[in-house]
C-alpha cells in the first residue's frame, strides 16, 4: 500500500530564513510523482512544486527546492527566505497512476 | 481563468439529516475529484470522475454518500443520513487529465458539522 509520512505536525521558522519539511513514503512503484500543496487559512490547496521520480535533479520553483532521495524515499520541502505569506499547511503527496495519496500535514508559522 | 467553484462555505447539520454539496470545475478539465479532510489529516479521495463517468469510487460510502457529475461538468455530493463523523472539509479538485503528474487545482471546499 502507498502511504506518505509527514512526521512534523508543526514548525516555525523566522522571516528571512530557510525552513525544510520532511517527508517519506513507501511505494514499489517506480514511475511515479511527488508534489508538495500549500493550503493557506482560506483552505484552498496550491501547488508549490512536482517532481517526477525519474528525474534526479531536484525540482525548484524560485524561492522552494525539494531533496528528492529515491532510495530513502525521501522527498523534502526546502523554503529560502521565508515570508509571512508561506505560513500555511504544508502536504506532501505521491501520485501513482490517476491516484494521489495526501501526507497529514505540516503546519508551518512564520515568526516577524 | 475561473477557479473551481464550490459551495456552500460551511454547513451545519444535525445528524441524520441530508445535505449536498456543489462543485464546477475548471472549463475544460476533464477529472473531477472529491476529497474529505477530517481535521489533523490528509485530504481523502472519495470518488474520481473522467468526464461524467466514475473512475474510483473505493472509498465512498455508499450507503449514504452518493455523487454525480451532470454532462461532465458541475458535480454533486450527497450525504444521507449524516453521522457525527462526517464533520469534515470537503474539497473539489479538477485537473486537465487523469494521468499521476497532473496539477490538481482545488476550490476552498465545504466545512461541514454535523451535531
Known amino acids: 500500500a502507498q502511504t506518505v509520512t509527514q512526521s512534523q505536525p508543526e514548525m516555525s521558522v523566522q522571516e528571512a530564513e530557510t525552513v525544510t519539511l520532511s517527508c517519506t513514503y513507501d511505494t514499489s512503484e517506480s514511475d511515479y510523482y511527488l508534489f508538495w500543496y500549500k493550503q493557506p487559512p482560506s483552505r484552498q490547496m496550491i501547488l508549490v512544486i512536482r517532481?517526477?521520480?525519474?528525474?534526479?535533479q531536484n525540482a525548484t520553483e524560485n524561492r522552494f527546492s525539494v531533496n528528492f532521495q529515491k532510495a530513502a524515499k525521501s522527498f523534502s520541502l526546502k523554503i529560502s527566505d521565508s515570508q509571512l505569506g508561506d505560513a500555511a499547511m504544508y502536504f506532501c503527496a505521491y501520485s501513482t497512476g490517476n491516484q494521489f495519496y495526501f501526507g497529514t500535514g505540516t503546519s508551518l508559522t512564520v515568526i516577524p | 481563468e475561473a477557479g473551481v467553484a464550490q459551495s456552500p462555505r460551511y454547513k451545519i447539520i444535525e445528524k441524520r439529516q441530508s445535505v449536498a454539496f456543489w462543485c464546477n470545475p475548471i472549463?475544460?478539465?476533464?477529472?473531477l475529484y472529491w476529497y474529505q479532510q477530517i481535521l489533523g489529516q490528509g485530504p481523502k479521495l472519495l470518488i474520481q470522475f473522467q468526464n461524467n463517468g466514475v473512475v474510483d469510487d473505493s472509498q465512498l460510502p455508499k450507503d449514504r454518500f452518493s455523487a454525480e457529475r451532470l454532462k461532465g461538468v458541475d458535480s454533486t455530493l450527497k450525504i444521507q443520513p449524516a453521522k457525527l463523523e462526517d464533520s469534515a472539509v470537503y474539497l473539489c479538485?479538477?485537473?486537465?487529465?487523469?494521468?499521476?503528474?497532473?496539477?490538481?487545482?482545488f476550490g476552498s471546499g465545504t466545512q461541514l458539522s454535523v451535531l
Open positions: 472549463s475544460g478539465h476533464a477529472t
Open positions: 479538485a479538477s485537473s486537465l487529465g487523469g494521468g499521476r503528474r497532473e496539477k490538481l487545482f
Open positions: 517532481q517526477e521520480a525519474y528525474k534526479q
